[in-house]
């Protein structure tokens, strides 16, 4: 019970992410108890999954970021997402449809992670938790909602030139933010990866499209105007 002690504080914010949505607090205890919750902390830049692991468990993020990077036979990285506080990761490969994790996961500065055993949440609760079934639910919701991600950066990597990559993704962030100036979630470094582009040539581009009157841009803020997607 120690173990689940250590994960109250973080309650309130667990039953407002998506996997837990629904779930009562008073509810939180047991249901922990039932799939094994264990917190563990993470130094910056700390593998949290090395890809090729081999699990059971999945992770929740309690505090901080971590990103989903995929290396290349040649030692290219990509990164896949960044995960702030209330998401999941490892799913995939605890679930046991894969052979092993297709992605490292590594913290993005200091973070603490909660770890639950996938088996235990699909499987028949043998307590007949009345609150089993709602995060079974919940799970395949986040699972559909990870697909539709996952598709949208393959329709982003699938432009042709690089201006058309970063104009693909800003139009994506400025719908999810609902407004034309907007802040995201990663810095240039961090951008090239995701966009799977040379960090220096990604500067440039970016310097022309701020010269070419399409966007403002000051370090992780863009400002979308009326001629950027004429």
Known sequence: MQQIHELQPYYPMLCTSHLFSDIRQE???????????????????????????????????LEGTVQLITEDMFGNRSITAKLKEGEIFGQIAASGQAPYSPT?????????????????????CTRACSFHSRIIENMMNVLAKRNLLMNQKVAILSQRTMR???????????????????????????????????????????????????????????ILNETTFL
């Open 164 to 222: 058309e990559k970063l104009l693909a993704y800003l139009h994506v962030q400025s719908k999810e933010q609902a407004r034309d100036d907007f802040t995201i979630p990663f810095n240039r470094d961090e951008l090239a990866d995701y966009l799977c582009v040379n960090r220096s040539a990604l500067s440039r581009e970016i310097t022309k499209m701020v010269d070419d009157g399409l966007i403002e841009t000051h370090r992780k803020r863009f």
């Open 104 to 124: 490292s996961v590594i913290s993005d500065g200091p973070s603490a992670i909660m770890f639950l055993s996938f088996p235990l949440l699909v499987a028949p």
């Open 27 to 61: 509810d939180m205890d047991q249901l922990l108890y039932c799939l094994k919750g264990r917190k563990k902390d993470f130094s910056d830049e700390e593998f949290i999954l090395h890809a090729e692991d081999e699990h059971d468990e999945f992770g929740l993020v």
